[in-house]
């Protein structure tokens, strides 16, 4: 082959799809919109999410709930180490999907992924342990055992950040995950390749299919009928404005929704547990140890 016709090849665009049930779909609606770097050039054609590809993702959340928060901490640790190690095998990927999203130099950006790499690491570790700090005996005045653990909520659907396209995302998606909820993420409306790139990296790492939803577009768009949707137990604001998250708070009191509200954060910094117990119920459970009286007598 001649060095001339090498310079004339063009190359393969990627062609960026939803991730609903550990599928790919394009949006039901066949809409899609472009995605520009911090300079205006044009990157991709993303999905344009409808209301209908958000509910398609909730059922597909509520289907595999079971399994996952069925699944042990330590097996649920095992899979987002997993994540993380093809995360890492994908390095040079996200730094240039990070650097063309965030405006950073290529070395900026490959600092920003390495504190992705890190922070989904850092949750994996907490799956086994966050019910030894949240749960525990508590001492009750009289002859019972009183014992609270911690349960996930059930479906969580993420606004990720707007800013923050790939750490931001991996702060707020692997607690939701890692706790043992399904989530539906809205990816950052602006740069949202990073976060359809993630699902790819879902897909092929041993996260059961519907774990993670990965929706693309408009955020007011998809987070409306999430926000009020009747299945979806807990919404986290990240990615929302003031106004909207206002509205989309008024929906999810329909149902009495746990929502978090939006809040400055500093994702760069290593965070605590506020984003794991958010999404976590407590159960406690009273029994008798088999004392008869005051005296300390027993059966």
């Known amino acids: 082959m001649s060095d001339k016709s090498e310079q004339q090849r ?40 409808s209301r209908k590809d958000a509910r398609d993702a909730v059922v597909a959340a509520r289907k595999a709930f079971g399994g996952w928060s069925g699944a042990t901490a330590y097996n649920r640790g095992q899979v987002l180490y997993r994540v993380a190690e093809m995360l890492e095998g994908r390095r040079d990927q996200f730094t240039r999907e990070v650097a063309d999203a965030e405006g950073l130099s290529k070395s900026k950006a490959g600092v920003v992924v390495d504190a992705t790499i890190d922070r989904w690491v850092w949750y994996a570790g907490w799956t086994d342990k966050i019910a030894q700090v949240v749960g525990g005996g508590n001492p009750v005045a009289g002859p ?40 539906i993420v809205v990816a950052s409306e602006k740069a949202p390749l990073p ?29 409306t009928p999430l926000a009020s949707h009747q299945d979806v137990n ?55 140890t088999g004392s008869l009286g005051a005296s300390g007598s027993s059966y």
Do not use: C
């Not at 969580?156 to 939701?176: D, I, N, W």
């Open 144 to 183: 019972f055992f009183n014992l609270s653990s911690p349960e996930p909520t059930g479906v969580v659907a993420v606004l990720a950040p707007q800013e923050s396209s790939f750490l931001g995302l991996v702060s707020v998606l692997a607690p939701v995950i890692a706790t043992g909820n399904t989530a």
């Open 10 to 49: 063009l190359s393969v665009f990627k062609t960026y799809k939803l991730y609903v049930g550990g599928k790919f779909p394009r949006s039901e609606s066949g809409r899609v919109y472009e995605v520009t770097d911090t300079k205006g050039k044009w990157l991709a054609n993303a999905p344009l999410s």
């Open 234 to 288: 807990a919404i986290d604001l990240a990615g929302a404005d003031e106004v909207l998250a206002k509205e989309l708070e008024i929906a999810a009191a329909d149902n009495l929704k746990r929502v978090l509200r939006p809040q400055p954060v500093d994702y760069t910094e290593t965070p605590g547990t506020d984003r794991m117990t958010a999404f976590l119920e407590t159960k406690t459970v009273w029994h008798p």
């Open 195 to 223: 976060a359809l790139s993630l699902a790819e990296v879902l897909a092929t790492s041993d996260v059961p299919g519907g774990v993670v939803n990965v929706l693309s577009g408009r955020t007011a768009e998809i987070a």
